[in-house]
């Protein structure tokens, strides 16, 4: 049974930063591709960032310069570093494995 629990997420002021986790069970994490999502209030889910199974990753146009994703194989974890947080990146944030399995979610709020 793949599990996908997240962590790290609250309220920060504007210009902040967060580091999201996500740690993954059931699943050989090594070998898959992961991804954070986020979705806010009245709005679609959309992609955020991703990262292959070789390292190579992809942010977001409204995020890059500001996130980083990373993964540590040996932990089964993979990280969103947030910096320079901007109200419009309150929502939730949900990470994904292997193109199929979510996470429950962290919410993460962006106000003075």
């Known amino acids: 049974q793949v599990q996908l629990v997240e962590s790290g997420g609250g309220l920060v002021q504007p210009g902040g930063s967060l580091r999201l986790s996500c740690v993954a069970s059931g699943i050989f994490f090594s070998t898959n591709g992961m991804a954070w999502y986020r979705q806010a209030p009245g709005k679609e889910r959309e992609l955020v960032a991703a990262i292959t199974s070789a390292h190579i990753t992809h942010h977001a146009d409204s995020v890059k310069g500001r996130f980083t994703i990373s993964r540590d194989n040996a932990k089964n974890t993979v990280y969103l570093q947030m910096n320079s947080l901007k109200p419009e990146d309150t929502a939730v944030y949900y990470c994904?494995?292997?193109?199929?399995?979510w996470g429950q979610g962290t919410q993460v709020t962006v106000s003075s």
């Open positions: 994904k494995a292997a193109g199929t399995y």
